[in-house]
């Protein structure tokens, strides 16, 4: 497939760089800043163009991987008549393209994506399409740049990016607050980045259910105490430990009522 | 060093399998249940006791890996006279050994062990002696089965303990409450996991500061408003959601503020 890539940010480089490792084209890169298209497309070596009247009309595949804000308007500014479209947003309804196209879908990378990053990450892709037609033809373009495909409506996609926020940016801003709290206490920080990497692989052959240890999952409120008091003058974090020890004890405790009425 | 370790369980286990790949000699296991002294003997082929009168005098290094309870009162059923000994936890201070023998110290993993475990971990180790000399030996020893040994007191090691705790479990809270939403919304959790590992693995090139995206750090309301909406019959994940959420805007704008100051 001839493809375009409209948006010049994370998503677009890095589909962008998966595209020029599959049997694809990409024939054009479209920023709204010339200047950043101009560095994508020098970044990977790729025609590219600025105003929205100039973007190529022989391709076949248009990704459009511009922010939610600037995707709610989309239709103001793009027309592609029957060309097939999709956005590459969690958030919002595929319809938002309805206007741009009669052939459009949705091609949604879940996974955090940063342009930066030397090796390309495994990126599963969840699919939708205005027709069966246009849904095949985005879901074989996803099989062809990804192992992992799903269909997937607005409604389970929604609720999918939800959990992405929940195990992606929480959890990082769990990583921030001890990377503060290190800091403040004068303790090195990267002596955790091993037990992070351990946390986050053990899923993949235990269930979190399984591997959830540590204080509260055992009830042992002697060392909770010792750490309420290490953490008074730390009253942001104090709040946080407070609030997730309270949610271990009371998914431990269900855990235990639904055991027992088993 | 001939080594005997005094526990039976994921600690234990793991230090068991790291000693054996060492030059050091584990000489025997000693284990209150003998049913589990005899288990964990004869998986690292190594012999096996239960009473504690029946514990090796001959060895150069005695290390106590058994739960925090079981340590303060170790007191009371374990002496080594001037062997050097030491204990693994992260909460409690290395005098608990002082009635034990005359020579201890600390041995602590900052690392979550499962005795299961395929591969062994990476395990820093923060490591402490009640003179220069034991710690010169326990610091030696820590040395040949780890990459990453710092000297620690009492006072330091808890807190890493305590910040060990926010990014291992409290973490993996967040993938059992993203696991429990998925479930009850029929939707695939597995899916997930490419996000979790990239989580994990990009705070060792990009700190967890300049890692944070989402809607809560970008003051994204709009998308925050639909996520608690999803919510609504999801009381308990609610209140993590709105709790970490208050606590991201809050750590940026403190960000913003330094920022504008400086």
Known sequence: MKVVIIGTG???????RKILESPHDLVQIAGRTPMHAQKLGHRL?????????????????????????????????????????VHTAGSVSMNVLESVSKNYGVLYPLQSLNAESVELPEVPFLVDGSSPDDLALINDFASSISSSVQ????????????????????????????????????????LLLPLIKETANRISYLTATDAQTGP??????????????????????????????????????????VRSGS
């Open 10 to 16: 994370n998503v677009a480089t890095i589909l962008g």
């Open 151 to 190: 269909v997937s409506t607005d409604e389970a996609r929604k609720k999918l990016h939800l959990a992405a926020v929940i195990v992606n940016n929480f959890t990082n801003h769990l990583y921030v607050l001890a990377g503060n709290y290190c800091k403040q206490e004068q303790l090195d920080f990267n």
């Open 216 to 257: 509260a999952a055992r009830n042992d409120t002697t060392t909770i105490k010792k750490h309420l008091e290490l953490l008074k003058d730390h009253p942001a974090l104090k709040k946080i430990y407070e609030e997730m020890t309270r949610s271990i004890t009371e998914a431990n405790s269900q855990r235990s009522v």
């Open 45 to 85: 070596n790729v025609p590219f163009t600025s105003p929205a009247s100039t973007i190529s009309k022989n391709a076949d595949l248009y990704i459009v991987a511009i922010s939610d804000d600037a995707l709610t308007s989309v239709g103001e500014w793009l027309f592609l008549d029957k060309k097939l479209v």
